[in-house]
């Protein structure tokens, strides 16, 4: 069995260190600043700074000339850490190093979980086998399907809660049996 393989982060030699943390940083105002500026600034900024690193060009170029001198394989990216070092971080998946991997873990779906939508969708007996596990299209379809009307719902004649007497000597009680 081969094991899994994980991605891997190194740090990046203080030269090349100065030069990621001095790229500059366009925010939201327009207001131009550098990655170290930001990294000392609040955590939430840190998941932006990282998104901007991992979509520049330049920092792309010089991550794979990192890995490929570290003789490694895979996607490469550099990613700044909370406590300012910047890392090259090498993932056998892509994923793993785009602008989506450096999303803080809280934030990284907004929708509900497969379980929760499959559940949902039996209870509304909505066949959403064909749909797999893309949660936008399952959502789409719970949506568009039309509402259960409560007086088309009937209740079973008997519930499994109710208990009957047996009739054997032993005084036991059993629970009715299923159909």
Same mark, same amino acid.
């Given at each position: 069995?081969?094991?899994?393989?994980? $991605?891997?982060?190194? !740090?990046?030699?203080?030269? !090349?260190?100065?030069?990621?943390?001095?790229?500059?940083?366009?925010?939201? =105002?327009?207001?131009?600043?550098?990655?170290?500026?930001?990294?000392?600034?609040?955590?939430?900024?840190?998941?932006?700074?990282?998104?901007?690193?991992?979509?520049?060009?330049?920092? =792309?170029?010089? %991550?794979?000339?990192?890995?490929?001198?570290? =003789?490694?394989?895979?996607? %490469? #990216?550099? *990613?700044?850490?909370?406590?300012?070092?910047?890392?090259?971080?090498? %993932?056998?998946?892509?994923?793993?190093?785009?602008?989506?991997?450096?999303?803080?873990?809280?934030?990284?779906?907004?929708?509900?979980?497969?379980?929760?939508?499959?559940?949902? %969708?039996?209870?509304?007996?909505?066949?959403?086998?064909?749909? #797999?596990?893309?949660?936008?299209?399952?959502?789409?379809?719970?949506?568009?399907?039309?509402?259960?009307?409560?007086?088309?719902?009937? $209740?079973?004649?008997?519930? *499994?809660?109710?208990?009957?007497?047996?009739?054997?000597?032993?005084?036991?009680? *059993?629970?009715?049996? *299923?159909?």
């Amino acid at each position: 069995m081969t094991r899994k393989l994980k $991605p891997i982060e190194t !740090i990046v030699e203080e030269g !090349i260190s100065q030069d990621i943390l001095s790229l500059p940083v366009v925010d939201e =105002n327009g207001v131009l600043s550098t990655v170290g500026q930001n990294i000392q600034k609040a955590a939430a900024l840190l998941t932006d700074t990282n998104k901007v690193l991992a979509e520049n060009a330049l920092v =792309n170029i010089v %991550a794979k000339t990192l890995m490929q001198q570290m =003789n490694r394989r895979g996607h %490469a #990216g550099i *990613r700044v850490r909370p406590d300012g070092t910047v890392v090259l971080r090498v %993932a056998y998946h892509a994923e793993d190093v785009g602008p989506e991997a450096f999303r803080s873990p809280l934030t990284k779906s907004k929708l509900p979980s497969l379980a929760q939508l499959r559940k949902e %969708a039996a209870e509304k007996e909505i066949d959403i086998s064909d749909l #797999g596990r893309q949660k936008t299209l399952i959502l789409k379809r719970l949506e568009e399907a039309p509402p259960i009307e409560e007086s088309l719902v009937v $209740p079973p004649s008997r519930l *499994r809660d109710e208990i009957g007497e047996a009739d054997d000597p032993t005084g036991k009680t *059993r629970l009715p049996p *299923r159909r």
